[in-house]
Structures are given as C-alpha cells and as structure tokens.
C-alpha cells in the first residue's frame, strides 16, 4: 500500500488536486454529475423512459447554466481591479491646457448659474449662459472642426428634454398644474393645524417622488415651484415656505431614481451606452 501510494504520488505530482470553487458551486458541479450520470443509465425503450431522460439532461443543463451565470458574476465584480490600471493608462489626461481652459470655462458659467437666482442686473437667461460658456470653449480650445463636435452631440436626448419642457407647458396651459395645486391645497385645509405642516410635506415629497418617476424631474420641478410657493403664501394655510420647497427637492430627487427617463443624468447615460453597444433598456433599468 505504501508502494502503491508513493507511486500515486510521483505520477501525479504536478496535478493540483485542490478545488478552488466555491463550497456552493463545488456543490452544483457535483449535482450536475449526478444528474448526467443518472441521466446516462436510464435506457430508451418507451416514450416515457425518453421523456425521463430529457428531464435529467434539461435539468443538468439548467444547472450548469446557474454555475457560469454564478462565476460569470464573481468574475465581473472582480473585473474592475484588473481593468482599472489599463484604463488609468488609456485615458490619461493628454491635452493639460485644455483642461484648464475647460474647468474655467465651467467654473465660471457655473458661478453665473448661482448669480442668476439673486442678480438682478443680470440680463441673461440660463440658457444664454450655457450657449456662450461652449461657445468660449470652443474659442479657446482652437476647434477647426465644427461637424466633428456636431457628430459628438447627444441631439436625440436634447430633443427628448425639449419634448418633456413642451409637454409640461402643455399641461400648465391646461390647468392641470393649478388643478393639483388647489387639491394639495384642499387636502391639507382639512388637517388639523398643528397636524398641517407634516401632511403637506408627506404629500409634496410623494406626489414629487411619483410624478418625478415618469416625468423628467427638471420640468416637473419648474412646474411645481408656482404650486409650492402658493402653499406657503396662502393665509389660510399658514405654512412656512422653506419645508415646502425642501421636500418638493427631496420628493423630485427621489422620484428620478424611479426610472430611466425620471432624471436627466438616466438619459444621458442611457444615450452615451447605447453609443458602446450596451443598451439600456425602460425595464431593464426600472427592475
């Protein structure tokens, strides 16, 4: 015996004889062989010994494909470490001067947004500001080339917003706005005054939240500043303003995580992979 083993041993002395799956994946390996076995032994004489044996190869089929779905996602949280240093190297930071005229160019129309809420001699809409902040970029960065940065814009997504901001100003001029405005209003006149306060808010964060779902949150949001600062400067209602305006915030930024149109970072990054070939799909991203 002691011959014998050393015989094994010299024979096999470079396999490695380790298993390195994982308990619950060794497990499967081993119920995948039992079935294939199984399934090997069961002779095709009838219809239903046939229809048997489709069961155990389906079955072990079935399994195996649990087995790589599992390392397929084991290999892929892992993936990052070993990408990460090619990535650092393929997209270095190769034109230094113009990202300091990009983050200054940013830093300032960035600087303009904020003056525009408490300027008042600013004569210039945000739109404007955006329009002559890439116009200077494109001044500064010495671009010849117009139709390769035009190739580089995400126009279907503009038009995707310009729709959302027509639709809304559709409904406004509706009255559905208004309409919700006065039934928030109706609803918390009917609460206790002391209790007024925490149903306004519960009803600004969740019917933000919901709306904000389906409706990108920046057109929602702009529509729904009328109805709050309403609420707050209703007598009869005597609410304070800033709760009111912190959870319609809070509700339309909760709500844009709902769905893939429900936030303009969604759909700009849903555009930007369906151009790598890794489309993202309303349910793929709603599930």
Not at 219 to 240: E, K, N, R, W, Y
């Amino acid at each position: 015996m002691a011959t014998g083993y050393g015989a094994l041993r010299l024979m096999y002395r470079n396999l490695k004889l380790e298993n390195t799956d994982p308990p619950e994946v060794a497990e499967m390996k081993r119920e995948v062989e039992i079935w294939k076995r199984t399934a090997e032994r069961v002779p095709i004489v009838s219809a239903e010994q046939k229809a048997v044996k489709a069961m155990l190869v389906q079955k072990s089929l079935a399994v195996e494909t649990a087995i790589r779905n599992k390392q397929y996602r084991k290999s892929s949280s892992n993936a990052w470490r070993k990408n990460l240093p090619e990535l650092e190297k393929k997209y270095r930071v190769t034109d230094m001067p113009l990202l300091i005229k990009s983050s200054v160019i940013l830093g300032a129309v960035v600087v303009l947004f904020f003056s525009y809420s408490f300027v008042n001699n600013l004569h210039v809409e945000l739109g404007w500001i955006a329009i002559l902040g890439a116009v200077w970029l494109i001044v500064l960065a010495d671009v010849h080339s117009i139709e390769f940065l035009l190739e580089k814009i995400e126009w279907a997504t503009l038009l995707f917003f310009a729709g959302l901001f027509i639709l809304m100003e559709a409904l406004e001029e509706m009255g559905l706005i208004d309409f919700i405005g006065e039934h928030t209003a109706d609803l918390v006149r009917q609460v206790e005054p002391k209790n007024r306060l925490l149903v306004a808010i519960v009803l600004i964060v969740w019917i933000s939240a919901i709306a904000s779902s389906f409706i990108d949150n920046i057109p929602f949001t702009t529509a729904m500043i009328p109805i709050v600062i309403g609420l707050g400067q209703d007598p009869s209602l005597g609410l304070p303003l800033p709760p009111l305006v912190w959870s319609l915030a809070m509700g339309a930024c909760l709500g844009g995580n709902g769905t893939l149109i429900g936030a303009s970072a969604n759909v700009v990054c849903a555009g930007l992979a369906e151009q790598h070939g890794y489309p993202i799909s309303f349910n793929y991203f709603f599930k």
